[in-house]
């Protein structure tokens, strides 16, 4: 059987989403075993957050430079910062599914108030953000990759690729703000 990918973008976006979401769910809702995984140690495992900190910073520089690289039709700096941008995803999504398969998510430390009033809010927009970002970023990543420069002015790559980038950015964002208020400030 052959796989034109270039004419299933559609289809290839959804089976990928569908599978990254199980994956991400099946962490965080515990359907992975603990046992299951290699044990790493344990200041390795407690690194993990910092490490996703320090990812997810360094994706919104380079995210941005892709951005700023397509508006100056500079479209192999554009493609090489994006890329480096899924790769930056990638690491953290690894890295971030490996500890909370381990540990599950981690507990908020902080102030009642503050947890209701600040960390859910910021939480479940970072969460959804991110929810929404795989379909968009997997669909802008297959245009991209099974097409010459060329030919995506006659795709949806650059209209569904500013919104990608401007959710996926705003997801890191807060996703370093719901670290700094777990391993920061409480």
Known sequence: MHLDARNRVPELTAVL???????VFGAVLGAVPRGALPRAPDAVVAAIPHVNAAV?????????AGVVFARRRQ?????AAML???????????LYLYKVALEGPAEFPGPDAVYRRVYLPLLAIHILLAVVCI???YYVLLLATTR????LVDTAHAR????????WIVSFVLGNAVYALLYVVY
């Not at 994706?59 to 941005?64: F, G, H, K, Q």
């Open 160 to 167: 569904v690729g500013r919104v990608a980038a401007s959710l």
């Open 135 to 137: 379909p968009l970023l």
């Open 148 to 151: 010459p420069v060329s030919a």
């Open 56 to 64: 997810s910073a360094v994706a919104v520089v380079t995210i941005l």
């Open 84 to 94: 480096v941008s899924a790769a930056l995803f990638a690491v953290f999504l690894v």
């Open 17 to 23: 989403s569908l599978a990254s979401l199980a994956l």
């Open 75 to 79: 479209f192999r700096k554009h493609r």
